[in-house]
């Protein structure tokens, strides 16, 4: 009984395949992170346009000026709007460590 083995060509050809498949898995895997990463940056910009309109409500500046803020000043307004909070909220009797409810 002859059992059909695979010919050398053939075990090549099934090897090259999978070599194939294996440069595809980064290839497909580096797509799926470059799509994660552009989602995780359209979160972190829909949030920081939250926080500024957030920060900047009522503000006497041109809209314009508001929308084109660069993100760093965005996060340097919000830790000015929350240290003048910070501050209020001590002065005015509480204390965040004074541990009474």
Known sequence: ????????????EATSQSHELDNMRPIHRKGKKLLAEKKRRARINNCLVQIRDLVCEGEDEKDSDIDKMEKAEILEKTLEVLTRFRREYNTSGFSSCSGST
């Open 1 to 12: 009984m002859a059992m059909d083995r695979p010919t050398f060509t053939n075990i090549c």
